[in-house]
């Protein structure tokens, strides 16, 4: 994975991208919103992109500037004519509360079609698009059910055709309670997928909620997710066999704290798999989901940074059985920063988008939209297309990849230990500092081993210092076994050995010296000044009774 281009700006007091898409000419497209200097309040903003991060246009639209309420933009789709339609809300002016409101753009960023609907004089909001192979759009978010005993928020799911005229239209209030529907994909056969969580009467709890529907608008099937206290389902995608993918997060039942969540489905609902990380034991939450052409699944979201406690993007892939094949984190401000979309175009590549927030101010945010280029898989023997432009005819490259027409060559891992000469008390079990970083192209784990050059004296303990869990790419580890010297000894030499799991041919060797002139333990010291005393004794008697 390399990253191609990096794209932020921050004109006003908040801006945030929160979905992106791509077309067939590898044309990115950006939604969301920030801080109108005219008058304070939120407005919609598109961007597009070329596949270099060469701006295209910028649109930006504040439809009810009479209004000091928020107008965002949440989601974005590309149709098969390049056409755009971006969904979100913004303030109706007559019951001064949020409505949906729908829009769509011709590939100029010039408006076809604009459309709006209050459903209730309360909070309305469109969360997600979707496009299907006939154009027809289908948009999820919420709006307010005011007839239930609740009085809460309830799904609500629209479909219309691509001129902007309704289809059909389905809302839903599982629980009387807060209900939201946050994300939508539809398969190749025109099914539609639509992700949130409602509250679970039972524990009062939010739950994860997937639901599938024939295209019209008929339901297939329903599912609940409720394994812990606190569940949101934020992304969906579905990929060519028309299995779905959904991401989110719930809470960690160790340490109450929330923890990514991924699961895979067969198209008929069944669970396929069920992946659960908590990186950083704390705040850490699967915000969207893309899937590319080898049906492998790019994740982004967020991570809480154990350094200074804040917020830092995460981005993983994992093979379509759910097995990890590299874990990406950066931070792009020392304060919070959240990855909110991706998306991925026929060439693998893929572009996500979110925020950080470069001053001390959670409402001072910038957006950012960072490509990535995605590359081979590391395995030496299988990137058949380095087997004619390889950089390394001796066979001496340890991790490479074919990367923008270029066979790529690096180091597998760096290994050190530090301080690599030592004193020890004699018989005191004493740590040995052992650093290892990846320097692959991979996230990797290593197995470590001793050499004891002298077994009678030198006791080395290994256990447990191998990493307990695989290393991420340009990250440094701490390993610690312990040594213990016996007796006092001349000098000598412990040699640490580490292999790495992606390519056990290759290996590092680190060496740790005992210097000479030992400092001796305190039973030792305890003898040797009794025997001092009693020589000071023995010469103080023989001169007395010399006299």
Same mark, same amino acid.
């Given at each position: 994975?390399?990253?191609?281009?990096?794209?932020?700006?921050?004109?006003?007091?908040?801006?945030?991208?929160?979905?992106?898409?791509?077309?067939?000419?590898?044309?990115? *497209?950006?939604?969301?919103?920030?801080?109108?200097?005219?008058?304070?309040?939120?407005?919609?903003?598109?961007?597009?992109?070329?596949?270099?991060?060469?701006?295209?246009?910028?649109?930006?639209?504040?439809?009810?500037?009479?209004?000091?309420?928020?107008?965002?933009?949440?989601?974005?789709? !590309?149709?098969?004519?390049?056409?755009?339609? /971006? /969904?979100?809300?913004?303030?109706? $002016?007559?019951?001064?509360?949020? +409505?949906?409101?729908?829009?769509?753009?011709?590939?100029?960023?010039?408006?076809?079609?604009?459309?709006?609907?209050?459903?209730?004089?309360?909070?309305? %909001?469109?969360?997600?698009?979707?496009?299907?192979?006939?154009?027809?759009?289908?948009?999820?978010?919420?709006?307010?059910?005011?007839?239930?005993?609740?009085?809460? &928020? +309830?799904?609500?799911?629209?479909?219309? &055709?691509?001129?902007?005229?309704?289809?059909?239209?389905? $809302?839903?209030?599982?629980?009387?309670?807060?209900? %939201?529907?946050?994300?939508?994909?539809?398969?190749?056969?025109?099914?539609?997928?639509?992700?949130?969580?409602?509250?679970?009467?039972?524990?009062?709890?939010? +739950?994860?909620?997937?639901?599938?529907?024939?295209?019209? @608008?008929?339901?297939?099937?329903?599912?609940?997710?409720?394994?812990?206290?606190?569940?949101?389902?934020?992304?969906?995608?579905?990929?060519?066999?028309?299995?779905?993918?959904?991401?989110?997060?719930?809470?960690?039942? $160790?340490?109450?704290?929330? %923890?990514?969540?991924?699961?895979?489905?067969?198209?008929?609902?069944?669970?396929?798999?069920? &992946?659960?990380?908590?990186?950083?034991?704390? &705040?850490? +939450?699967?915000?969207?989901?893309?899937?590319?052409?080898?049906?492998?699944?790019?994740?982004?979201?967020?991570?809480?940074?154990?350094?200074?406690?804040?917020? %830092?993007?995460?981005?993983?892939?994992?093979?379509?059985? @759910? !097995?990890?094949?590299?874990?990406?984190?950066?931070?792009?401000?020392?304060?919070?920063?959240?990855?909110?979309?991706?998306?991925?175009?026929?060439?693998?590549?893929?572009?996500?988008?979110?925020?950080?927030?470069?001053?001390?101010?959670?409402?001072?945010?910038?957006?950012?939209?960072?490509?990535?280029?995605? #590359?081979?898989?590391?395995?030496?023997?299988?990137?058949?297309?380095?087997?004619?432009?390889?950089?390394?005819?001796?066979?001496? #490259?340890?991790?490479?990849?074919? #990367?923008?027409?270029?066979?790529? #060559?690096?180091?597998?891992?760096?290994?050190?230990?530090?301080?690599?000469?030592?004193?020890?008390?004699?018989?005191?079990?004493?740590?040995?500092?052992?650093? *290892?970083?990846?320097?692959?192209?991979?996230?990797?784990?290593?197995?470590?081993?001793?050499?004891?050059?002298?077994?009678?004296?030198?006791?080395?303990?290994?256990?447990?210092?191998?990493?307990?869990?695989?290393?991420?790419? @340009?990250?440094?580890?701490?390993?610690?076994?312990?040594?213990?010297?016996?007796?006092?000894?001349?000098?000598?030499?412990? $040699?640490?050995?580490?292999?790495?799991?992606?390519?056990?041919?290759?290996?590092?060797?680190?060496?740790?010296? *005992?210097?000479?002139?030992?400092?001796?333990?305190?039973?030792?010291?305890?003898?040797?000044?009794?025997?001092?005393?009693?020589?000071?004794?023995?010469?103080?008697?023989?001169?007395?009774?010399?006299?």
């Amino acid at each position: 994975m390399v990253l191609e281009w990096n794209y932020s700006f921050n004109v006003s007091s908040a801006e945030i991208a929160n979905a992106v898409a791509v077309d067939s000419d590898k044309n990115i *497209i950006v939604a969301g919103y920030d801080t109108d200097t005219t008058d304070a309040d939120d407005q919609w903003r598109i961007m597009k992109f070329d596949l270099n991060g060469t701006s295209l246009w910028n649109y930006t639209v504040n439809p009810n500037t009479t209004d000091t309420d928020d107008d965002w933009a949440r989601g974005v789709a !590309v149709d098969s004519d390049k056409n755009i339609i /971006v /969904v979100g809300y913004d303030a109706n $002016t007559t019951n001064l509360d949020d +409505q949906w409101r729908i829009m769509k753009l011709d590939p100029n960023g010039v408006s076809i079609w604009n459309y709006t609907t209050n459903p209730s004089t309360n909070h309305d %909001q469109a969360y997600a698009v979707a496009v299907d192979s006939d154009k027809n759009i289908i948009v999820v978010g919420h709006d307010r059910n005011t007839t239930s005993p609740g009085g809460g &928020y +309830q799904w609500r799911i629209m479909k219309f &055709y691509p001129n902007g005229t309704s289809l059909w239209n389905y $809302t839903v209030d599982p629980n009387s309670s807060s209900d %939201q529907a946050l994300s939508v994909a539809v398969d190749s056969d025109k099914n539609i997928i639509v992700v949130g969580y409602d509250r679970n009467t039972t524990g009062f709890d939010y +739950q994860w909620r997937i639901m599938k529907f024939y295209p019209d @608008g008929t339901s297939f099937w329903n599912k609940t997710i409720n394994t812990s206290a606190y569940e949101i389902a934020n992304g969906v995608a579905v990929d060519s066999d028309k299995n779905i993918i959904v991401v989110g997060h719930d809470t960690n039942t $160790t340490g109450f704290n929330d %923890q990514w969540k991924i699961m895979k489905f067969y198209p008929d609902g069944t669970s396929f798999w069920d &992946y659960t990380v908590n990186p950083n034991s704390s &705040y850490d +939450q699967a915000h969207a989901v893309a899937v590319d052409s080898n049906k492998n699944i790019i994740v982004v979201g967020l991570d809480t940074n154990t350094t200074g406690f804040k917020n %830092q993007w995460r981005i993983m892939k994992l093979d379509p059985n @759910g !097995v990890s094949i590299w874990n990406y984190t950066i931070k792009i401000s020392d304060n919070y920063n959240r990855a909110l979309g991706v998306a991925v175009d026929s060439s693998d590549s893929f572009t996500v988008v979110g925020y950080a927030t470069p001053t001390t101010s959670f409402s001072d945010t910038e957006w950012v939209v960072m490509k990535f280029t995605l #590359c081979g898989n590391g395995v030496r023997d299988s990137v058949e297309k380095c087997d004619y432009s390889d950089p390394d005819p001796d066979g001496t #490259c340890e991790s490479y990849q074919y #990367c923008n027409n270029i066979c790529q #060559c690096r180091d597998l891992f760096d290994f050190w230990v530090e301080p690599n000469q030592m004193l020890f008390t004699i018989a005191q079990k004493t740590p040995i500092n052992l650093y *290892i970083k990846n320097t692959g192209y991979y996230t990797d784990s290593y197995d470590v081993e001793a050499i004891n050059p002298n077994p009678a004296v030198i006791d080395i303990d290994i256990s447990g210092s191998s990493p307990t869990k695989p290393i991420d790419i @340009g990250t440094t580890e701490l390993v610690r076994p312990w040594v213990t010297v016996l007796a006092t000894t001349t000098s000598d030499e412990i $040699t640490f050995n580490v292999t790495s799991s992606t390519n056990p041919e290759k290996y590092r060797t680190a060496i740790l010296s *005992i210097a000479e002139g030992l400092p001796i333990s305190l039973y030792e010291l305890s003898i040797l000044g009794l025997i001092t005393l009693m020589v000071l004794a023995g010469i103080v008697y023989f001169y007395v009774m010399k006299l």
